[in-house]
T-cell receptor, first 111, second 112 residues
Framework: GENVEQHPSTLSVQEGDSAVIKCTYS??????FPWYKQELGKRPQLIID?????GEKKDQRIAVTLNKTAKHFSLHITETQPEDSAVYFC??????????FGSGTQLTVLP | GAGVSQSPSNKVTEKGKDVELRCDPI?????LYWYRQSLGQGLEFLIY????????KSGLPSDRFSAERTGGSVSTLTIQRTQQEDSAVYLC??????????FGPGTRLTVL
């Protein structure tokens, strides 16, 4: 089955700096790669996703890049703010099967 | 519109008792998923339903766990003879086909 590895498990950055979280996946058939943000005590919520026909996608301060050859994708958050502090999960999926989630990254933005 | 709802929000039970957790997905979503999240941990896949197809039960940790989805809508996750290690937040999510998953608020299960 699919295996998704996520790094780092914890990340602390100064407010205003950038944060990068990386994930690798094993199944070359995967074609959908979402990122979820989970604030303390709340449900995971989708913040951005990318499909395999695109190499990069950006939404304001958040961007995701995908390298299908190397089977890895990354989340980039620029100009970080304290409200960006949360656990971020990557996931990998494709047609006819469920998502496989990474183990999560606890991001802390220091004021 | 209404999102995914789950009930109860909190459940405290004694070891050995059975519990039922309910999930109401977003109307029209064909896919429904159950996950387990232990404190400070990631999302552990349990089971998923897609339309009228046989469910994928590959994530269920033991035969004490079962789930059903009636009429392609509401789903119930049942845990029999609960153990302390079953304590966790149980999250349900629904999805239109295989795209974005929308999560419910979860049920926090505590087994004493």
């Amino acid at each position: 089955g699919e295996n998704v590895e996520q790094h780092p498990s914890t990340l602390s950055v100064q407010e205003g700096d950038s944060a990068v979280i990386k994930c690798t996946y094993s199944d070359s058939a995967s074609n959908y790669f979402p990122w979820y943000k989970q604030e303390l005590g709340k449900r995971p919520q989708l913040i951005i996703d990318i499909r395999s026909n695109v190499g990069e996608k950006k939404d304001q301060r958040i961007a995701v890049t995908l390298n299908k050859t190397a089977k890895h994708f990354s989340l980039h958050i620029t100009e970080t703010q304290p409200e960006d502090s949360a656990v971020y999960f990557c996931a990998s999926g494709g047609s006819a099967r469920q998502l496989t989630f990474g183990s999560g990254t606890q991001l802390t933005v220091l004021p | 519109g209404a999102g995914v709802s789950q009930s109860p929000s909190n459940k405290v039970t004694e070891k050995g008792k059975d519990v039922e957790l309910r999930c109401d997905p977003i109307s029209g979503h064909t896919a429904l998923y159950w996950y387990r999240q232990s404190l400070g941990q990631g999302l552990e896949f349990l089971i998923y339903f897609q339309g009228n197809s046989a469910p994928d039960k590959s994530g269920l940790p033991s035969d004490r766990f079962s789930a059903e989805r009636t009429g392609g809508s509401v789903s119930t996750l049942t845990i029999q003879r609960t153990q302390q290690e079953d304590s966790a937040v149980y999250l349900c999510a629904s999805s239109p086909q295989y795209n974005e998953q929308f999560f419910g608020p979860g049920t926090r299960l505590t087994v004493l």
